[in-house]
Each structure stands twice: as structure tokens, then as C-alpha cells.
């Protein structure tokens, strides 16, 4: 299988650059990140064109990684702009690879394809909730041994809950949620409501309200290649929707290889915004699902599927409750195949459309 490549995948978050270099596999390639002394952000293919080391071995000296072994040193660009033995004259023609980067939403974005066709506004504008200073976000991050479609899967088919999250379960499980999935342009949205529903514990914390019931809803956003935005909430029973508590929360995944995955992914709030025990709730809660219920199942189907990363080719038995994921992943499936023909990146104004 090949990737999409023109478009943005979050190589990192903001702060992992904070204390030097930070060494990643991002589409089975070995890079380097880092940030120089003017706050700019790089990437760069982490080979040194001299001997080939790892320039993630190194340190940033000025707005430049510096190579461990002889000392050269080249800027977010990919431009060597001192040579340590040639009187430290800049060297533009010896060059490491770069990619475009743009920073948005406490992430570092790289371009995987055609660096004139990398445009930030082709970072889906769900995410702008990410850059609100009325929102305070949990940022967390997690590697899983699988496809990062499999995730995508896992998140687009909320299903799983009643059996993997026992404890998130609704006591009238998940088919007694209103649900409907539709395809906007190039979108895939997921939408659920439970009108007349119970809160969970976090819920009833952070509502305005102090009834007991509620409406409650869950509706998760697709954009290629894995870029996803769940919107969860409630409002008091027959109040228009996100009028009390509406919760953002992005899940984007970047593959790091054909079968494993970075997967990113934030929760806001626009309450209770120093509220630190509840900044490390979300983030001890979240990591232990994924990481001890979603994140093994995942790696157990991808063990299963072996090597193979297309689902369609092992004939899956196919359920309603995979309408969502099976039309995000033929969405993807047609993307690849039209970059593979020549055809632009898609914009948003037709995914939207
Ligand atoms: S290997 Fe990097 S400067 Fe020689
Ligand atoms: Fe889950």
C-alpha cells in the first residue's frame, strides 16, 4: 500500500521540540525535528550527506542542527550554513532533505509530497478549536503496532464500547444511540445522540446544569488520510445541541511504518480551565483505554492480518456498524489513486462541499 503524500500529518507536538533534537519514523522514513533559537521548527531526513550519521545524534547550535561527526550544520531548509574545516562558509549545495512544515494546534505538520503544492489551509479547520485561547487542551500521544487505518477503524466504529469499555458502556448499551452516518465531499462524519440519557462522571461535573438527565451526544469527523475530530457534549433534555457542555477532542494518526502508528490526540474544554487534577484525569483515563484496551486489540488484528494492510483483500465479514470506516477507507483508497494519476490535493472547499 502506498501513503497519501500530498497533504499534512502531525510529525510531533509543539513541546517535544523543547530539548533538542527529536529523532521519528514518519512514512517508513527516519527523521529529524528540531527547533532553532529563533522558535522555527525543522525537518529533515535524519542522514547526514556527508557519511550518512544521524544528524538526530547532534545538537542545535543557533537556528541549525549540527552533525555529530564533522561538525556540519544546516537549517530547517535543509541548507548547510557552516562548514566547520571550509572556514565555516555556508555550503548551500550541500544539502539534507527537508520537508515543508507549518505549526498549528500545538503540532508540528510536515508535507509528505510535492513541497509547491504544501498549503496550510488544507489542515482541516475542525482543528482550528486547537489554537481557541478560550479552550484548554490535554495533548497525548501513543504508539500502536498497527495500520494506522486500523485506528481509524477502531474510532470510526464506537460499537467496541459496550464490549472493550465496559466501564464507558450506556447501561442501555450503544444501540439504543440515534445514529447516522453521512459523507460530505471528501468527510465522513459519524454522528450519535442519546436524548434523555444519563451523564457520566465527567459529564455531570462539568455541566452548567444540575438536572440529572440529559441529551447527550458523540459525533466524530473524518478527513483524509487520519485526521479526526470527535465533538462530544450534552444540554438539559430538549435544549438545542452544545448549548451546555460541548468537549473537542482530535485523534490524528501518522503512520510511522505500513503497521504501526502514531496516534495524537488532545481533549478541550472551555471550563474549568485550572482545574490541573482534571488536566491529569483526561490524561491518565485516556492513555490506560487506549493503551490497555483499544491500543492491544488493534495490535492483535494487525498480528493477524500480518503484513497486509488493505482490510477488502482478507474479506472482512462486514457489519452496519462499519458503514462510517469502510467509507472512510474507500475515500482514502480513491485519494491515492487520483495523486497517483497526477490529480491536486483535495481542498477543503470541496470536501466541504
Ligand atoms: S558525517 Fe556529518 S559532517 Fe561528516
Ligand atoms: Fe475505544
Known amino acids: 500500500m502506498t501513503y497519501l503524500r500530498n497533504c499534512w500529518y502531525v510529525a510531533c507536538m509543539a513541546d517535544e521540540l523543547s530539548d533538542g533534537p527529536l529523532a521519528r519514523t514518519i512514512l517508513d522514513e527516519k527523521l529529524v525535528m528540531f527547533r532553532g533559537e529563533d522558535g522555527t521548527a525543522g525537518v529533515l531526513a535524519d542522514m547526514c550527506p556527508h557519511r550518512f550519521v544521524r544528524l538526530s545524534g547532534g545538537k542545535v547550535v543557533g537556528n541549525a542542527i549540527e552533525c555529530p561527526y564533522h561538525g556540519l550544520r544546516f537549517d530547517g531548509s535543509g541548507t548547510c550554513v557552516y562548514q566547520p574545516f571550509e572556514s565555516g562558509e555556508p555550503a548551500p549545495h550541500n544539502r539534507a532533505r ?15 509530497g510535492d513541497a509547491e503544492l504544501a498549503d496550510p489551509d488544507l489542515i482541516p479547520s475542525s482543528l482550528d478549536v486547537l489554537d481557541d485561547p478560550e479552550q484548554k487542551t490535554v495533548y497525548g500521544y501513543l504508539r500502536v503496532e498497527g495500520n494506522y487505518q486500523l485506528v481509524t477503524d477502531n474510532l470510526l ?33 459519524n454522528w450519535l445522540w442519546k ?159
Open 98 to 112: 527537508s520537508w515543508p512544515v507549518v505549526e498549528r494546534g500545538g503540532y508540528v505538520w510536515i508535507w509528505a
Open 157 to 189: 466504529d464506537l460499537s467496541h464500547v459496550d464490549f472493550l469499555h465496559p466501564d464507558a458502556r450506556l447501561p442501555e448499551g450503544y444501540a439504543s444511540y440515534e445514529n447516522k452516518v453521512e459523507q460530505k465531499g471528501n468527510r465522513v462524519f
Open 195 to 353: 436524548p434523555n440519557s444519563t451523564p457520566n462522571y465527567i459529564q455531570a461535573a462539568l455541566r452548567d446544569s444540575t438536572e440529572e438527565k440529559a441529551d447527550v451526544f458523540s459525533h466524530m469527523e473524518w478527513n483524509a488520510p487520519a485526521l479526526m475530530m470527535l465533538r462530544t457534549g450534552l444540554q438539559d433534555v430538549g435544549e438545542p445541541e452544545g448549548s451546555d457542555l460541548n468537549l473537542p477532542s482530535a485523534h490524528l494518526m501518522t503512520p510511522e511504518t505500513e503497521t504501526s502508528t502514531h496516534y495524537f490526540w488532545t481533549v478541550s474544554r472551555d471550563r474549568k480551565k485550572d482545574d490541573t487534577a482534571l488536566d491529569d484525569l483526561y490524561q491518565t483515563a485516556l492513555t490506560h483505554i487506549f493503551s490497555t484496551q483499544d491500543g492491544p486489540m488493534i495490535e492483535q488484528a494487525q498480528q493477524a492480518m500480518g503484513d497486509e494492510t488493505d482490510l477488502f483483500a482478507m474479506h472482512p465479514v462486514i457489519l452496519s456498524t462499519d458503514s462510517a470506516a469502510i467509507r472512510a477507507r474507500r475515500i482514502l483508497q480513491k485519494l491515492i489513486r487520483d495523486e497517483a494519476r497526477g490529480s491536486a490535493p483535495a481542498s477543503p472547499a470541496i470536501a466541504a462541499a
